[in-house]
T-cell receptor, first 119, second 114 residues
């Protein structure tokens, strides 16, 4: 069974630039959630994708956007980077039964994260 | 709204000492409760979970009991090891708006010395 993988591991960007982070879900999982973990804090929910659509969103501005692909992998895009976007970005996958509205499963499995530094 | 509060760290213990990390939550209804562990430079690993009142989650010698009356889910271990040094996060999950998200506490750093 393949776990959740994320790429890249580390990334350094300049304020105002755009960034794309990638996530491959655990084998058999069809729902992907993204979290932002600032230094010394707990992760904060950004959004969740199920069946290639955004299923729910936390308190993040529209410049944070995402995609989910037919193979359930996902991307997180951040435009107009700000210094406060520096954080560890975590992807988590879970399984929701076909026919459900998605996002029902409470067991989420996390990847190792992408460390983004904005200078 | 839903929230999780856990004791501030760092918690520093000697090997084989007893560990308690306090966690309380605020939520309507009956959330599921979790403890996650984060080792240095790594993502989060699910340590244990409980989905209803009075459930006890356990794994690798760690235990936590879902206490509805005190809205608590304290993490305990009878004898810690140096390898337990990590940051521990308490979290709740509840379906809201048609989807489930995890709400985390701020984390408690544990340092175990030989």
């Amino acid at each position: 069974e393949t776990g959740v993988t994320q790429s890249p591991t580390h990334l350094i960007k300049t304020r105002g630039q755009q960034v794309t982070l990638r996530c491959s879900s655990q084998s058999g999982h069809n729902t992907v959630s993204w979290y932002q973990q600032a230094l010394g804090q707990g992760p904060q929910f950004i959004f969740q994708y199920y069946r290639e659509e955004e299923n729910g969103r936390g308190n993040f501005p529209p410049r944070f956007s995402g995609l989910q692909f037919p193979n359930y992998s996902s991307e997180l895009n951040v435009n107009a980077l700000e210094l406060d976007d520096s954080a560890l970005y975590l992807c988590a996958s879970s399984y929701d039964p076909p026919g459900s509205s998605g996002g029902i499963s409470y067991e989420q499995y996390f990847g190792p994260g992408t460390r983004l530094t904005v200078t | 709204g839903n929230s999780v509060t856990q004791m501030e760290g760092p918690v520093t213990l000697s090997e084989e000492a007893f560990l308690t990390i306090n966690c309380t939550y605020t939520a309507t209804g009956y959330p599921s409760l979790f403890w996650y562990v984060q080792y240095p430079g790594e993502g989060l690993q699910l340590l244990l979970k409980a989905t209803k009142a009075d459930d006890k989650g356990s794994n690798k010698g760690f235990e936590a009991t879902y206490r509805k009356e005190t809205t608590s889910f304290h993490l305990e271990k009878g004898s810690v090891q140096v390898s337990d040094s990590a940051v521990y996060f308490c979290a709740l999950s509840k379906v809201s708006g048609g989807y489930n998200k995890l709400i985390f506490g701020a984390g408690t750093r544990l340092a175990v010395h030989p």
